[in-house]
């Protein structure tokens, strides 16, 4: 296996909820329950049984043909998920940061003491599987146009934490812009959202959320495990 897959192995192997793990991977690769058993030469029922948890937990083997398998029919389709991990690189004016579990943006946002000013009720249902911090001031500075989609790492269900930020405008109208959207967006620090930073959020339908919760402990209940 190479560093992808073996990166991609251990974390299910470690997960609390192996089940959970493996549903994350498949659907951050796109790829369908019924694509995978095919591949797999399997029942669609089986993958979902495993997903749900309502088999035992699979051993290092099955863990194993699941992440070969999702490699490799990622490739079949131009392997364009796996090539964004193996070229992914972070520079100072953002961090990615993945979640030990999914959740919602609505909990996610409780999880960071998190007020969500905009789509409360999108928030409920929207799902995040990583959160990644952005640097305004560096990324405008220093992020070419064209590197901004690098903020999504894997996917698109994420969380983007804006920091040294005043109002919001400036990352709203970064999103509007282009074509990707996340799951909610994060203004770190800021006591009122701009107007126009609240139009566009209903308009691309992303919630907005401020937090006053210190970077560092921001960051440290991103990965905590309750």
């Not at 043909?65 to 090539?83: H, L, P, S, T, Y």
């Not at 903020?151 to 999103?175: C, K, N």
Request: aromatic residues 6%; contains cysteine; proline residues 4%.
């Amino acid at each position: 296996m190479d560093k992808l897959a073996l990166s991609i192995a251990g974390e299910i192997t470690l997960s609390e909820n192996p089940g959970s793990s493996l549903k994350k991977w498949r659907e951050i690769f796109g790829i369908t329950q019924t694509e995978l058993a095919e591949y797999l030469n399997v029942t669609p029922s089986t993958i979902s049984d495993y997903e749900a948890s309502r088999r035992k937990s699979p051993g290092i083997s099955v863990i194993k043909r699941f992440v070969n398998a999702i490699i490799e029919i990622d490739r079949q389709k131009g392997g364009w998920v796996a090539k964004k991990f193996r070229t992914q690189t972070e520079t100072e004016a953002y961090q990615i940061i993945d979640l030990p579990k999914h959740m919602t943006a609505y909990e996610f946002c409780k999880r960071i003491e998190a007020n969500i000013v905009t789509n409360k009720d999108i928030a409920k249902k929207a799902r995040v599987y990583s959160a990644t911090i952005v640097d305004s001031m560096k990324a405008i500075l220093e992020l070419p146009a064209s590197e901004f989609i690098k903020i999504y790492g894997s996917t698109t269900e994420r969380a983007l934490i804006f920091t040294d930020v005043t109002m919001g405008r400036s990352p709203m109208v970064a999103i509007r812009v282009t074509e990707l959207k996340p799951s909610v967006v994060i203004l770190h620090n800021v006591a009122e959202v701009d107007k126009i930073a609240r139009k566009i959020s209903e308009v691309e339908k992303v919630p907005i959320a401020t937090t006053l919760l210190p970077l560092d402990e921001v960051k440290k209940r991103i990965i905590s495990k309750a």
